[in-house]
């Protein structure tokens, strides 16, 4: 039994979508996500994609740019998981595609002022809380 006999480790390093614009406080996009190695999420802009999910109130580490575009899925509110599964447009999908209980959304990079693509990046979230 979990907490009697063993102890689960669950959202030790955990899948992140966050927008660059998140990830600086000056609220830019003049980096690539792989610029943000270690950073927290500093905002939620606009309440875009960062208000419909957790947020990560830890570290982000290792950031990087997938595709513009993408399907999420987002898990159960019960689960330690945060995503049942992404899905991007060129293809890649992370996580086990299946019938999305919640719905999926669809969360979409852009661009600011022409000049700075505002990409969504994957970073890995590391946060100390009830579901880690």
Same mark, same amino acid.
């Given at each position: 039994? %979990?907490? =009697?006999?063993?102890?689960e480790?669950t959202?030790l390093?955990?899948?992140y &979508?966050?927008?660059?614009?998140?990830?600086?406080?000056e609220?830019? *996009?003049?980096?690539? !996500?792989?610029? $943000?190695? #270690?950073?927290r999420?500093?905002? @939620?802009?606009?309440?875009?994609?960062c208000?419909?999910?957790?947020? *990560?109130?830890?570290?982000?580490?290792? *950031?990087?740019?997938v595709? #513009?575009?993408m399907? =999420? @899925?987002?898990?159960?509110?019960?689960?330690?998981? /945060?995503?049942? $599964?992404?899905? $991007?447009?060129?293809?890649r999908?992370?996580? /086990? /595609? %299946?019938?999305?209980v /919640?719905?999926?959304?669809? =969360?979409? #990079?852009?661009?600011r $002022? &022409?000049?700075?693509h @505002?990409?969504? !990046?994957? @970073?890995?979230?590391?946060?100390?809380?009830l579901? #880690?």
């Amino acid at each position: 039994e %979990a907490g =009697v006999t063993y102890d689960e480790v669950t959202r030790l390093l955990q899948g992140y &979508i966050e927008n660059e614009v998140d990830l600086n406080n000056e609220e830019t *996009c003049r980096e690539t !996500c792989s610029f $943000y190695q #270690s950073t927290r999420s500093e905002g @939620c802009y606009k309440d875009l994609y960062c208000a419909r999910q957790p947020r *990560c109130s830890g570290r982000l580490y290792d *950031c990087q740019f997938v595709d #513009s575009d993408m399907w =999420v @899925c987002p898990s159960p509110k019960n689960s330690t998981r /945060r995503y049942e $599964y992404i899905e $991007y447009e060129n293809g890649r999908t992370l996580g /086990r /595609r %299946a019938n999305c209980v /919640r719905g999926t959304t669809k =969360v979409d #990079s852009w661009w600011r $002022y &022409i000049l700075w693509h @505002c990409s969504y !990046c994957f @970073c890995m979230c590391d946060e100390q809380g009830l579901k #880690s």
